[in-house]
T-cell receptor, first 113, second 115 residues
Framework: QKEVEQNSGPLSVPEGAIASLNCTYS??????FFWYRQYSGKSPELIMF????GDKEDGRFTAQLNKASQYVSLLIRDSQPSDSATYLC?????????????FGKGTMLLVSP | DAGVTQSPTHLIKTRGQQVTLRCSPK?????VSWYQQALGQGPQFIFQ???????QRGNFPDRFSGHQFPNYSSELNVNALLLGDSALYLC??????????????FGPGTRLTVL
């Protein structure tokens, strides 16, 4: 059973701070990793994905991947109250040429003004 | 550019009934995946359709079935509804790549309540 683990939170940060969201996964063969943001009552919205070790930056967001430690993280710089949401980590599994996602339970982020 | 659409938005059913949910993928996408998200949980994979066939299936009973049409749209059917089927049902579409990573984009979801 492939597992993706996230702290449920909530993670509380003040406006303007850096929020750090973490995720670990069980399948050492996993290749691609996604971060989705989900506002309460809404559907997941793709933030970014990463598949190479190291950092990948997109605006205020930076994804970090360490395959040896089976660890992926998302940093949000200059956090805004509008960033308050649940952040879902997802691991891509590829079986017989078809890709599916295994999700963690998500971490709730609260950014206070 | 039309994104993923789903209908209906909300649905209320009683135990034992059957329900059909619908999904139209993002323009240019050919693969549809369905997920169930219970309150406070991450989405759980139900199944995936490509070229009108079920290609991958998660750990869900046969009461959950689906279909994909030639225009790539898809339906999710759930028979003999249980209270535990109450959840947000998410459709995600993607373009299947022969290698590399397919990126999935989610529709707005259908909130199913079973009484």
């Amino acid at each position: 059973q492939k597992e993706v683990e996230q702290n449920s939170g909530p993670l509380s940060v003040p406006e303007g701070a850096i929020a750090s969201l973490n995720c670990t996964y069980s399948d050492r063969g996993s290749q691609s990793f996604f971060w989705y943001r989900q506002y309460s009552g809404k559907s997941p919205e793709l933030i970014m994905f990463i598949y190479s070790n190291g950092d990948k930056e997109d605006g205020r967001f930076t994804a970090q991947l360490n395959k040896a430690s089976q660890y992926v993280s998302l940093l949000i710089r200059d956090s805004q109250p509008s960033d308050s949401a649940t952040y879902l980590c997802a691991v891509n599994e590829r079986n017989s040429g078809y890709s599916t996602l295994t999700f963690g339970k998500g971490t709730m982020l609260l950014v206070s003004p | 550019d039309a994104g993923v659409t789903q209908s209906p938005t909300h649905l209320i059913k009683t135990r034992g009934q059957q329900v059909t949910l619908r999904c139209s993928p993002k323009s240019g996408h050919d693969t549809v995946s369905w997920y169930q998200q219970a309150l406070g949980q991450g989405p759980q994979f139900i199944f995936q359709y490509y070229e009108e066939e079920e290609r991958q299936r998660g750990n869900f009973p046969d009461r959950f079935s689906g279909h994909q049409f030639p225009n790539y749209s898809s339906e999710l059917n759930v028979n003999a509804l249980l209270l535990g089927d109450s959840a947000l049902y998410l459709c995600a579409s993607s373009l299947r790549l022969r290698s590399g990573t397919d990126t999935q984009y989610f529709g707005p979801g259908t909130r199913l309540t079973v009484l």
